[in-house]
């Protein structure tokens, strides 16, 4: 049974700065975590941010189910290109045979 998804799926490598919250100066961002196995594809999707402003998503990032990208991370992703988180969901399927991952949506 699978319980995440398979490594060899997982052709891409990010780096995440993972937001940690607003200060007196700006968003602030944690340590960058470098080389992140992904799967990385162009998609155009309206979506809401977590301030309701309407965006156009145009990286879908697939991870592992341990991925720390809360939204408003900086996600670099394979060509070098810096983009925002703006939605991050954990599908699991407990029980049933299908992979636990995260999906990250960028700006």
Known sequence: MLTRVPGWLLRHRIDVEPYLGDTAYGPQFGPTVCGIPALVAAVRRQLVD??????????????GPDLNCPPGSRVTLPGGRTTTAVEVHA???PGLPAPACTEVMCE
């Open 50 to 63: 977590k301030d309701g402003r309407e965006v156009t998503a145009t990286a879908q990032v697939i991870a």
């Open 91 to 93: 599908h699991t399927a």
